[in-house]
């Protein structure tokens, strides 16, 4: 996928302030922190050079997790959102995957407690008529926890960074301040799933329903060493790929996701877990269902399921009937 023309040519012009060599170093250093330091709770980056180098190289595949887990969100619901809340937002990629998805007005209020997050964040969606708007306020919802209420609630690779006692915390708030749909992207790492596989078992607790990427409310059915996880792909930029030390011209993003709901939705009838397997005359698919996971195989002799089977992609909803 391709980042919105906006978002692209905002991240150059923040790029843009800084020698390459500072942005590589600045670059290197977030990634040995994140690498290292997510989950004790502790400031991964405070510096506006370290908030442009984010930008570049981890704001597009955040923006694609979003923006994908959103799409399968939206797809099996289809009640009203007008405001949107941004839980630890970093510099705004949730906030710019609703205004593409949503492609209407939106209050949007962004949560973030590092100011050259912030200030990164406004520059980047300085010229985006959908983003005019956006109100961002300096919090740290680890400390400070959730304020407000909005129709949907986001919050993308942020319980990854904070210790347990605040996780459980912060995942209460942010349930009582979703009035309509909760989305949680984290990692797509088994300690990324088993976060997200311990909250969908409390939101249901408490009454949440599923909307994706699980087509049922019952137990997860995952064996304990394996883990849900779906892949987006990203075009990289020049600068992103230098500061990557990459030559491919794309970027492949794992992400975990859940989006809950306060009413019932219409539930996929299956997902496919894994990429299809396709052999001489057939195609085998990996899918979670009400009653279990599930190989299927499916040949040219069923018809258009088969056609349906050949375009299915990891983490596409499924009818098997």
Request: glycine share 8%; charged share 20%.
């Amino acid at each position: 996928m391709e980042l919105p023309m906006g978002l692209r040519a905002g991240i150059e012009a923040l790029a843009a302030d800084y020698p390459q060599a500072q942005l590589l170093a600045a670059s290197r250093a977030l990634t040995e922190r994140y690498q290292t330091q997510s989950g004790q709770g502790r400031r991964l980056l405070t510096r506006p050079v370290e908030a442009a180098a984010y930008a570049v190289v981890r704001m597009p595949a955040t923006f694609g997790a979003v923006d994908a887990a959103l799409a399968a969100a939206l797809r099996q619901f289809d009640g009203p959102i007008a405001t949107v809340l941004d839980a630890g937002a970093g510099t705004g990629a949730a906030a710019w995957a609703a205004a593409a998805r949503l492609d209407a007005p939106l209050q949007i209020t962004c949560l973030e407690r590092e100011e050259a997050m912030i200030a990164a964040g406004k520059r980047l969606a300085a010229d985006e008529p959908m983003l005019q708007n956006v109100r961002w306020v300096r919090q740290d919802v680890a400390q400070a926890g959730v304020s407000g209420h909005a129709d949907l609630v986001a919050a993308s690779y942020a319980l990854n960074e904070l210790d347990e006692s605040a996780r459980a915390r912060v995942l209460g708030q942010l349930w009582a301040a979703a009035d309509r749909l909760l989305l949680l992207v984290e990692p797509g790492t088994p300690v990324g799933y088993a976060q997200l596989r311990r909250a969908r078992s409390w939101l249901i607790s408490q009454g949440g329903f599923i909307a994706a990427p699980c087509p049922h409310n019952e137990g997860c059915p995952m064996e304990p060493d394996d883990w849900c996880h779906f892949t987006c792909r990203v075009a990289r930029s020049r600068l992103h790929k230098l500061l990557k030390g990459g030559e491919a011209p794309y970027e492949d993003e794992k992400f975990a996701f859940l989006a809950v709901t306060r009413q019932p939705v219409r539930q996929a009838q299956a997902r496919v877990l894994r990429h299809p397997v396709k052999g001489p005359g057939h195609i085998t698919l990996q899918l979670c269902t009400a009653e279990g996971l599930q190989s299927r195989t499916v040949t040219k002799k069923d018809g258009p399921l088969y056609k349906k089977a050949g375009k299915a992609a990891c983490g596409d909803s499924y009818d098997p009937a």
